[in-house]
């Protein structure tokens, strides 16, 4: 060992937010990354998606879906781009409370520690939250921007939110083709921003992987590209990956805006961490996702039809793996559930496996040679 990893191993050898605090604060702490997955925007209020109180409840069964994952394959979308824009109208941006572990976020790169923060979301809360785009690797796209799919012309992005609030399909202006958010669908690669960036954590002098089960490919492979020195810091309800095989690996297994709070204390960082969160509590909309009249008419129905209510269950656990979106009362780092079984005869031969969805596309795979 060098002298500097002697000082490194030293620094860390609490395994604990107090030791890493630390860390941070010493000469060898210069450049952190964050993975981040589904687990930082689960106290963000993001509807459950088998709630009664939501609009989206009672319209799932009714998309005539050949099978759950449909909603996000493009050659679908092209067909039928109505269930998508159903399911975008419910999760639209602005909606949603950006979380303390977003407000941590940005504070990293004010405090100018930040280099990237690769997320595996698609909720748009880190610009919300004001972390700057340039710092940002949306991994599996987002709502941020959208073009039409077929001369990939720009969209403005205040007209797709007044076409999403209305309910209406948004048409290109140039050629009237299909307009979609750039969110990566089955079919579609990882955004070339994706593979520009993940070389640059070799440069990791810290890793923080935060809510996120490691089980989707190719971002799961980013935790092996840091050098061996670099400290990997797991924050989220349960291991994941093979963080803690390491010798600088600590795992911090509590939920993620506990543990940013606390770490923010040891590094005196608190009452910046309190404002940049405070500064984020007039950006949600007022409009309410619940609808009372779609709960009552869907327990009318369920008394009727009780197989509508299975076949919600089944699409909502399909949509929230796909979205990489947790329920309030779900652990932080769920893996993707299993895959639901076809919802009729015809469509089983459409599905992909848990591991082919997961990968978007088969040939995005992360770079198999680990950083020494």
């Known amino acids: 060992m060098s002298p ?8 860390l050898k609490g395994k ?25 925007s689960t106290s963000a209020g993001i509807p459950d998606f088998r709630s009664p109180k939501t609009g989206l409840y009672s319209n799932l069964a009714k998309l005539n879906l050949p099978f759950p994952e449909a909603v996000f394959e493009i050659n679908f979308f092209r067909k039928n781009p109505v269930p998508f824009y159903t399911l975008a109208h419910e999760l639209a941006p602005g909606k949603f409370r950006p979380t303390l572990t977003h407000s941590f976020i940005r504070l990293l790169s004010e405090k100018g520690l930040l280099h990237t923060h690769f997320t595996q979301n698609i909720d748009t809360l880190e610009r919300r939250a004001g972390v700057p785009d340039e710092d940002i690797i949306e991994a599996h796209g987002s709502f941020a921007t959208q073009r039409c799919i ?7 992005g205040d007209e797709i ?18 307009v979609k958010p750039d969110i990566v669908f089955y079919g579609e690669g990882l955004p070339d921003e994706f593979h520009l960036a993940a070389p640059s954590l070799k440069n990791a002098d810290l890793l923080f992987v935060m809510g996120t089960s490691l089980t989707v490919h190719p971002f799961a492979g980013l935790t092996r590209l840091v050098p061996r020195r670099c400290p990997r810091v797991l924050v989220n309800l349960e291991l994941a990956g093979d963080i803690g095989s390491r010798t600088n690996d600590v795992t911090i297994l509590r939920e993620c805006d506990i ?4 770490l ?17 509590a007039n950006s949600v909309e007022t409009e309410s996702t619940e609808d009372p009249s779609a709960s009552a008419a869907v327990e009318e129905e369920e008394e009727e039809h009780p197989v509508h209510h299975n076949e919600i269950e089944r699409l909502s656990k399909t949509l929230e793996s796909a979205l990489n979106l947790t329920r309030p009362d779900s652990k932080a780092g769920d893996s993707p559930v299993e895959q639901p079984p076809a919802l009729d005869e015809q469509s089983t031969s459409s599905p992909k496996s ?9 040939e995005d795979k992360a770079p198999e040679t680990e950083e020494k």
């Open 16 to 40: 604990d937010i107090a030791s890493i605090a630390k860390y941070m604060k010493s000469k060898h702490c210069k450049n952190v990354f964050i993975m981040a997955g589904a687990g930082i």
């Open 264 to 280: 923010a204390r040891e590094l005196g960082w608190e009452e910046d961490l309190d404002k940049l969160w405070e500064e984020t």
């Open 259 to 262: 543990a940013v709070r606390e």
């Open 150 to 156: 077929d001369c990939g012309e720009p969209y403005d």
């Open 354 to 362: 848990e591991k082919e969805s997961d990968t978007k596309e088969p």
């Open 4 to 11: 500097d990893d002697v000082e490194i191993h030293e620094l």
């Open 161 to 178: 939110k007044r076409k999403i609030k209305g309910k209406e399909i948004p048409y290109c202006n140039v050629c009237q083709g299909l």
